[in-house]
């Protein structure tokens, strides 16, 4: 079955550190990957989408995700982390269903330290 | 701007009561789905619709109902409110076969008392 784990419920960082989210799925064809932001009192936004072709994709807000096929990973990177990033980020992937449907990961509380 | 609205922020309902919870896309997509997001379990769809009157089952779906008459409009019902129903209820859409950006409403914090 498809499935997305995100192994870390919460994060603490300071600001200016950089920031690596875990995300790992599982999913027999070639996967669709996301990752959206969700702050305080708001709907989804998505940062960034992973199909296919080069494995490092750049996103919205200086994020920036790597796909890894052999482990299986979609990792959430940036270099250096502002107060506003404080949220909850959501890991998904795409399974071809019926025209299309997103499985979430639990998702990764993110707090940053001034 | 690309939209979808949930008709209610925030709703109150008494345990037993039956409850509607609407929600409105304006993109002209074909995919429309419901979430439930509780703390530590993220987003787990309940159903999602590919078509009008076309509905499957997500991965939670007992205790609710779907209704999409129109394509526009993709309605999630409690038939029996519970207070195990209590929760953040998501509706999205998205075009239809294509991975492309799924749109989020604002969310509905249901309680059932």
């Known amino acids: 079955a498809q499935s997305v784990t995100q192994p870390d419920i919460h994060i603490t960082v300071s600001e200016g550190a950089s920031l690596e989210l875990r995300c790992n799925y599982s999913?027999?064809?070639?996967?669709?990957l996301f990752w959206y932001v969700q702050s305080p009192g708001q709907g989804l936004q998505l940062l960034l989408k992973?199909?296919?072709?080069?494995?490092l994709v750049q996103g919205i807000k200086g994020f920036e995700a790597e796909f890894k096929r052999s482990q299986s990973s979609f990792n959430l990177r940036k270099p250096s982390v502002h107060w506003s990033d404080a949220a909850e980020y959501f890991c998904a992937v795409g399974v071809n269903n019926q025209g299309g449907k997103l499985i979430f990961g639990q998702g990764t509380e993110l707090s940053v330290k001034p | 701007d690309v939209k979808v609205t949930q008709s209610s922020r925030y709703l109150v309902k008494r345990t037993g009561e039956k409850v509607f919870l609407e929600c409105v896309q304006d993109m002209d997509h074909e995919n429309m789905f419901w979430y439930r997001q509780d703390p530590g379990l993220g987003l787990r769809l309940i159903y999602f619709?590919?078509?009008?009157?076309?509905?499957e089952k997500g991965d939670i779906p007992e205790g609710y109902s779907v209704s999409r008459e129109k394509k526009e409009r993709f309605s999630l019902i409690l038939e029996s409110a519970s207070t195990n129903q209590t929760s953040m209820y998501l509706c999205?859409?998205?075009?239809?076969?294509?991975?492309?950006?799924?749109?989020f409403g604002q969310g509905t914090r249901l309680t059932v008392v």
């Open positions: 619709s590919y078509d009008v009157k076309m509905k």
């Open positions: 999913y027999g064809a070639t996967p669709y």
């Open positions: 999205a859409s998205s075009p239809y076969g294509l991975f492309t950006e799924a749109f």
């Open positions: 992973y199909f296919s072709g080069d494995t």
